[in-house]
């Protein structure tokens, strides 16, 4: 694959992204319930993109497993590529199992804690998952810096679909923020 | 007031969502699993016969320089033969003139890899100079039990058995490859066929003619191969 960027899949994950982003402040101008929702949504939405992100880059572990020359699913060649990070058993991987499995099992979680908020906003439980949702989100990030730390300084390459799941996270984040926040000036409802 | 406050304060839904949420999250999470898996099946990794060799990033030495490699870039179609030895390990230094044999009649129809490692026992420490002298033959200690030089300590590399070994040596000092290849102890060695799949291990001689050993093994899976 000559060109990362042109990558239809890749293309399919940003688009997520601003979607997410997109329902994020849609919701954050409604009032009420009907606002909390669609901000619910927006956090959903960065959770998916999320999940399905990091499965790309499990996909893309597997595929470079097995062709170590020059997968199928990125490019291995130039700043934006995969070879040099997935593809690398040096960093690719945390105690054996890969980054986009660990990050897979993380967005699963999340995409868990704001459907249940989604399905029923006005639950006992629901202000207390929220804290889950923010508190979990929270421990992703030392593991986003070190994963950009070595794309940046170590391996020097920058690897597309990673940077989908640390955006996506980054969103998920700030959506759960602002979700807290709508609790604490009694926007919720 | 605060009844009809209570009154006004919107309630939540009759039953527990969660374990619905629960239910679709699993849902979810099972078809992308499936969809991946029949995209890119996981590899099989491991050294146990049959499965794809873990792959590594080392510095080796060549005769030179410690360079870095990294073995899945060195398949080139021939057999591999990966040996785990310790410079200060006494039955490494026969396997090394054994090594020595086997490199002189297979000609070049073998590609051989050898991973340097320290075993965690007093005497074995060890260090790349040691390994570019246990490699070369070259000086390097004395043969005074003093803790210079190879077989722990006590021999000089220089006196090793068997001819110079002209192949790469892998610093693995740190075990970080041999953890991931399960070393059970030195010498070692295991078999790949030319695309980095594990056709032989040491270990797993119930697979093997009885007393099979890595010489046998290799020119049986050379014939196999004509």
Request: one cysteine or more; proline letters at 5%.
């Amino acid at each position: 694959m000559a060109n990362p960027l042109a990558d239809p899949v890749l293309l399919f994950f940003i688009a997520g992204l601003f979607a997410s982003g997109y329902l994020l402040a849609n919701g954050r101008g409604k009032k009420g319930l009907e606002g909390t929702n669609r901000m619910l949504d927006g956090s959903l939405a960065f959770a998916t993109t999320g999940l399905l992100g990091s499965a790309w880059t499990w996909v893309i572990y597997n595929d470079l497993v097995r062709n170590p020359l020059g997968g199928e699913f990125c490019a291995t060649e130039g700043f934006v590529q995969c070879g040099s990070v997935i593809g690398d058993p040096r960093y690719n991987n945390f105690f054996g199992i890969s980054w986009g499995m660990l990050g897979f099992t993380a967005f699963a979680t999340l995409f868990f804690l704001i459907l249940c908020i989604r399905m029923d906003p006005l639950a006992k439980w629901s202000e207390q998952y929220t804290n889950y949702a923010w508190w979990l989100g929270l421990a992703g990030v030392p593991f986003l810096f070190i994963l950009v730390g070595i794309e940046v300084f170590v391996v020097q390459h920058i690897c597309p679909f990673c940077t989908i799941a640390h955006i996506a996270l980054v969103g998920y984040l700030v959506s759960v923020w602002m979700l807290r926040e709508r609790r604490e000036i009694s926007a919720w409802y | 007031m605060a009844r009809r406050r209570r009154q006004l304060e919107p309630k939540g839904k009759d039953e527990d969502v969660r374990m619905t949420a629960g239910l679709i999250t699993a849902g979810v999470v099972s078809i992308v699993i499936v969809a991946s898996m029949f995209i890119a099946p996981p590899a099989n990794v491991g050294p146990e016969e049959g499965s794809l060799a873990p792959d590594f990033v080392a510095s080796a030495y060549n005769g030179g320089n410690w360079e870095e490699v990294r073995l899945s870039q060195l398949y080139d179609g021939r057999l591999v033969l990966i040996t785990f030895l310790d410079t200060d390990c006494p039955h490494c230094w026969t396997e090394a003139e054994y090594l020595s044999e086997i490199f002189d009649g297979t000609s070049g129809e073998v590609m051989f890899i050898t991973i340097a490692v320290e075993l965690q026992i007093s005497g074995h420490e060890s260090t790349r100079e040691e390994i570019e002298a246990f490699r070369d033959k070259t000086q390097f200690g004395d043969n005074q039990n003093n803790g210079d030089g190879c077989y722990s300590g006590r021999k000089n590399c220089a006196e090793r058995p068997g001819a110079p070994h002209s192949w790469m040596y892998v610093d693995d000092l740190s075990s970080s490859i041999a953890g991931e290849w399960e070393l059970p102890g030195t010498p070692f060695n295991v078999i790949l066929d030319g695309e980095g799949t594990v056709v032989w291990n040491q270990a797993q001689t119930e697979n093997h003619p009885p007393g099979e050993d890595m010489g046998e093994a290799l020119l049986r899976l050379l014939q196999e191969g004509e």
